[in-house]
Each structure stands twice: as structure tokens, then as C-alpha cells.
């Protein structure tokens, strides 16, 4: 079967993670254990092949990814010696690329920027996934309409609104291209794990009064968080939480700091406070730890092989059944176990050639 040709936005951790982990499950191919689906309809990982990769760091651009992903700030464990990809990092514009915090860790190239469009064209590109920090909005656009330029589909793993924004839909739609976003959702992460949780004591008659889910993480992107997207980020996990209840309650979910000795691990705190038979009261004190980056990697490689089946369906604007599955703020909020059964049913439906 045909390889999937992937350019990625951002050589960050979450890069490193999914570059990791394509040479990792082509060696571990027998029960490959962390994998939601080592096939999805007849794609394995194996099968995605990154052909283009772009960021703005010093010490990435110009270097072969399998250099790049392991280059400072990135702080992703390692896990496996990536050979040579022979994809060279190629220098994207910074835009809004650094912010304030993030200044003191990256180093902007001097190097001249490419023609993103006619760089993807070149290496053949059909999907580009954009990992940028969280806080690149105008970084984030541009991308996604370089990916217009270049018949790409786009996958947005950052919580700017693309697939979820009408207008830009509409774009994807008109140009007969798939777009999947936003906010990617991790394989284990704080936000899945609260909902589950106020799903199950909801469902056996608690009543949750109040809850809160805070973090701290020690990668760039957590830095970036706390002076550009605390807010969106608060209001995007906020909304994906309170969803859950079939009631209103006092929810807050949200990024709260950056401790760089955590390097790519992530500390969740858990404090749910509700009642239940006669008004007995219950409470929920939780931490939960996880590493960040790989995290990303098993929703990353679902989604690069669904937006592949959307572009041999020649399905176009954003693909809710993905966007549902794989993100927190798809452009329509789901329960978990409806946005489960909507992605397996468009592999059933979509999946054969
Ligand atoms: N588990 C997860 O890590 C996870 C989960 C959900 C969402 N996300 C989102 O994924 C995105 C990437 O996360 P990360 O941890 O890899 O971030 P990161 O900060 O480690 O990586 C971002 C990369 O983008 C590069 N960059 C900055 N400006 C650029 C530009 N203009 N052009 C090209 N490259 C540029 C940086 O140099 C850096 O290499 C974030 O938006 C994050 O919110 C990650």
C-alpha cells in the first residue's frame, strides 16, 4: 500500500515523539504494545513516511530530523536511535513562532526562509501536521494556508481555531481538502481522564459539587502556555470537562505553571467534591503523572492514517468523526463514547480502498 507522505510544522517534542515512535513500531512490530490501532484500515505505522519538516530553531533548521528532534530545548526522553531520515529541516517564518517566555529558549535562525508551499509540493507532501507552540496563532494560519497552496490536507495539533472555525472549514471545504483540529487530545491525558471520572460518579448518582484539574510541565510548550494560552487553554479544557456533567457545576481545567526540572513529564492534580445517598459527601484527591510528548504520538499516527483514508474517500472541510475523536475542541463537542463509536464507524465506512 501506498506510504503516507507527512511534512510536520514544529521539530518540538511532539516531533520527536512521532518520529521516535515511526522507527520504534517498525522494529517492534509483534504486539506492539502502546499503540491504540497498530492497523487502521490496512495502514500501520510503518506506512507514514515524514517527507518535509520546518521550524525556526538554530540548532534544528538545516540539520537531518533525526538530529533535530533530539537538539535543545526539545527535552523528549529518548527511546530509540533514529538512523538518518534524509529530511532536512527546513527554515518556516518565525511570525509569532517565539513569545515572551520562550524567547529564553529558543534561537531564531538567520537562515532564509523557504517557499513553505512550493517545499511541500516538492517533497510530495499530503498531509501537514501542525505542531507549533501552542501560542503561534498567525504561525498556525500561515501553515494552514501554505497546506491550501499545496493541496495538503492539515491536521491542527495546536489549540488555535482551525477545523473549528467556520470560515477556515469552509476553505478546506471549497479546495476539497480535509482538516482536522483543534487541540490534539492525549492517549492518557488530564482532560480524558477528569471526564471519565465525572462520567462515572454522574452516571452512579453523585452529584459533583465542584472540581478542578490543574497541571505542571517542564517542556517548551508549557512555557509557552503560561504567558500566551493559559487562558484559551483554560476555556478549551474547561468546556471539554463541563460538557461531561448533565448538570452545571463548578468545573475549572487548565495549565498553571512551567517547572523545567519535570523536563517532558507532566504533574496532574485531581480535586472532585460531590454527594451522593443522603447528602453523604465523597472526595476525589488525585495526582497523576505522564510524559508529555509520547502522549501525542498514538493519537498523532490515528490521525495522519484517517486524514489519509478522508483524502482517498476525497472527503473535504473538517471531518468531525476525526475531529471528535482526536481533539478537545472539535467544531462540535461530543460525549467520549459517542466521538469513540462516530471514528470507528467512518473506519468501517471510509476504510476500504
Ligand atoms: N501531548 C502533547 O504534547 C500535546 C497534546 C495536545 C496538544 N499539543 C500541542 O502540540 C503542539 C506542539 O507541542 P510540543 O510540545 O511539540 O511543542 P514544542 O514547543 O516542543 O515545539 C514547537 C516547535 O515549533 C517550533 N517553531 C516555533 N515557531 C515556528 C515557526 N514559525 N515555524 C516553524 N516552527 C516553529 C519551535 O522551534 C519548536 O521546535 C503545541 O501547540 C501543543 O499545545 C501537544
Not at 528532534?69 to 534524509?86: E, L, M, Y
Not at 500561515?142 to 499545496?150: D, G, I, K, R, S
Not at 481533539?327 to 461530543?334: S, V, Y
Request: charged share 20%; proline share 6%.
Amino acid at each position: 500500500m501506498a506510504k503516507i507522505k507527512v511534512a510536520l510544522a514544529g521539530v518540538g517534542n511532539c516531533a520527536s515523539a512521532f518520529i521516535q515512535g515511526l522507527c520504534y513500531y517498525s522494529i517492534f512490530t509483534e504486539n506492539p504494545v502502546g499503540l491504540r490501532h497498530p492497523e487502521l484500515c490496512g495502514y500501520k505505522p510503518s506506512d507514514i513516511q515524514v517527507v518535509a519538516a520546518f521550524d525556526v530553531d538554530n540548532r534544528k533548521v538545516g540539520k537531518d530530523l533525526a538530529e533535530a528532534i533530539f537538539a535543545a530545548p526539545n527535552n523528549a526522553p529518548r527511546v530509540i536511535d533514529v538512523p538518518k531520515t534524509g529530511v532536512t529541516v527546513q527554515k518556516g517564518p518565525l511570525l509569532d513562532g517565539v513569545g515572551e517566555n520562550t524567547r529564553r529558549v529558543i534561537e531564531p535562525s538567520g537562515q532564509p526562509e523557504v517557499n513553505v508551499a512550493e517545499a511541500l509540493r516538492e517533497a510530495g507532501a499530503e498531509i501537514l501536521v501542525n505542531l507549533l507552540p501552542s501560542g503561534a496563532k498567525s504561525a498556525s494560519e500561515f501553515y494552514a494556508e501554505h497546506a491550501l497552496a499545496a493541496n495538503c490536507a492539515f491536521v491542527n495539533a495546536t489549540p488555535n481555531f482551525i477545523a473549528s472555525d467556520a470560515a477556515w472549514a469552509k476553505r478546506f471545504e471549497n479546495a476539497a481538502l480535509p482538516v482536522a483540529g483543534d487541540d490534539l487530545i492525549d492517549q492518557v491525558g488530564s482532560t480524558t481522564l477528569h471526564r471519565t471520572l465525572l462520567k462515572l460518579l454522574s452516571d452512579r448518582g453523585v452529584k459533583i459539587t465542584e472540581t478542578y484539574q490543574l497541571d505542571v510541565g517542564g517542556g517548551a510548550e508549557s512555557l509557552d502556555t503560561m504567558d500566551r494560552t493559559r487562558e484559551t487553554k483554560r476555556a478549551i479544557k474547561t468546556q471539554a470537562v463541563a460538557s461531561t456533567l448533565p448538570y452545571k457545576a463548578e468545573v475549572v481545567a487548565g495549565s498553571t505553571d512551567y517547572v523545567d526540572f519535570l523536563q517532558n513529564n507532566r504533574d496532574s492534580y485531581f480535586w472532585i467534591s460531590g454527594v451522593y445517598f443522603c447528602n453523604a459527601p465523597m472526595r476525589i484527591d488525585l495526582k497523576f503523572s505522564t510524559v508529555d510528548a509520547p502522549n501525542a504520538g498514538s493519537v498523532l499516527f490515528d490521525t495522519v492514517r484517517a486524514m489519509k483514508i478522508a483524502l482517498n474517500k476525497k472527503l473535504k472541510g473538517a471531518i468531525l468523526p476525526v475531529c471528535a475523536y482526536a481533539f478537545k475542541r472539535p467544531p462540535q463537542m461530543l460525549p467520549l463514547e459517542e466521538a469513540e463509536e462516530m471514528f470507528k464507524a467512518f473506519v468501517k465506512e471510509n476504510g476500504s480502498p
